[in-house]
């Protein structure tokens, strides 16, 4: 459906605000079609009823707008759906969808949408939110479960690649060993203990042992390191991956996948030096493991306006550590891999950007305080774009 025919099919007054707020319907093809499938689902009316609030909590954890990386119209037939739906939540209803919350404040204040919403008063009324007030996430320890398939946050991320170690490479299953251990432990019978069985060894007296990923999310706790890629090659199931070796551990070359095809030629992806992100879930990327993924990085103009691989200093070694700038982070050790229902990566990844220097950098989205991405020789940059989004 067209944009034009997906707007005729919203109600009024929703239709109203879109046509008075003259925002962008995209600045590419793909965007555009994109906006006018949004449109279409908000006139549908499915994607904003309370059953699928929860979805679109997840699509919008790494985003500031639902398509691309700037206001479109699909923002704000999405804000104006939602307008009834905020204006009778309760605060504790509020606080349960921290994304979706921040996102329709932040679309109810773009200068174009108060615009368009006061001429259709009090339709479109500014819902007040006591954001200061809100609770802290509660990130609670996952229970025992199954070992989960591919995680879903190396697919949701746009323009990456995902790296992984070769399965004769990996090492022994974590399930395998925590049964050997029980194994052994269930035989042992401490005699001083009259045959009963000995408590678990505890952490810190007089508490439970804190988890590595405890607390608010931070930069330094993603596991960035130098790549290399040894072969590469079009993935036999999907048109727009490539399979390639990269070079940096002891244990070998790892397999990665990466959504380039479309983007970089296969002639400037071999041989070249890159930044891994290494601490990801493992994920199956049609069929092929990923353990990681490569960081790359977006026009402001979006992936029309072309994606990059983020380059690092000339004289890198494979597997060498990646950083962020700053006492907080640069001497800090990232998790031994990321969970993704921590949602780590997600909430760090919105303040990658390239500087004006072109330079890859963090920005702390509270302080506004700039980290730049280096390795100990220094910083990585994109050989092109300024203010791009990476992932």
């Known amino acids: 459906m067209s944009y034009e025919s997906s707007v005729s099919e919203l109600p009024s007054p929703l239709k109203d605000l879109l046509v008075n707020s003259q925002v962008d319907v995209g600045k590419t093809e793909a965007d555009k079609a994109e906006v006018a499938q949004w449109i279409e689902k908000v006139a549908e009316g499915e994607v904003v009823k309370p059953a699928a609030l929860p979805d679109l909590e997840i699509q919008l954890v790494p985003r500031t707008y639902i398509v691309s990386n700037y206001l479109t119209a699909a923002d704000v037939a ?98 395998k060993e925590k049964k050997e251990k029980k194994e052994k432990k269930k035989d042992a019978a401490p005699a001083d203990n009259g045959g009963k069985k000995k408590e678990k060894a505890s952490g810190p007296a007089g508490g439970k042992a804190v988890a590595e990923d405890a607390g608010e999310p931070v930069p330094s706790m993603i596991d960035m390191r130098i790549g290399h890629i040894i072969d590469v090659k079009k993935h036999p199931e999907a048109d727009s991956l490539y399979i390639e070796a990269n070079l940096g551990e002891e244990t070998g070359p790892r397999t990665v996948v990466s959504g380039l095809v479309n983007y970089i030629p296969i002639e400037e992806m071999r041989d070249k030096y890159l930044v891994c992100i290494c601490n990801l879930k493992p994920a199956n990327m049609r069929g092929v493991k990923s353990f990681a993924m490569v960081l790359a990085a977006t026009s402001k103009d979006g992936k029309d306006g072309g994606v990059e691989l983020i380059q690092p200093p000339p004289g890198s070694k494979p597997g060498e550590r990646v950083y962020f700038e700053g006492p907080d982070y640069e001497n800090a050790q990232p998790l031994s891999q990321m969970n993704p229902k921590k949602k780590v990566f997600e909430t760090i990844q919105p303040g990658f950007t390239t500087l004006d220097t072109k330079e890859a950098a963090w920005v702390n989205p509270a302080t506004k305080s700039v980290h730049r991405i280096r390795t100990k020789d220094g910083v990585c940059v994109a050989p092109n774009f300024i203010g791009a989004s990476l992932s």
């Open 78 to 175: 999405l804000y104006g759906a939602l307008h009834p739906v905020f204006s009778q939540l309760q605060p504790a209803q509020l606080y349960s969808t921290p994304a979706l919350t921040r996102y329709f404040d932040h679309i109810q204040t773009r200068p174009s949408v108060v615009a368009a919403a006061s001429a259709l008063s009090p339709a479109f009324s500014s819902v007040s939110f006591d954001l200061a007030s809100a609770p802290p996430i509660e990130r609670k320890p996952d229970a025992p479960k199954k070992k989960e398939k591919a995680a879903a946050v190396a697919e949701q991320v746009e323009s990456t690649a995902v790296v992984t170690p070769k399965e004769d490479n990996l090492p022994e299953d974590k399930p």
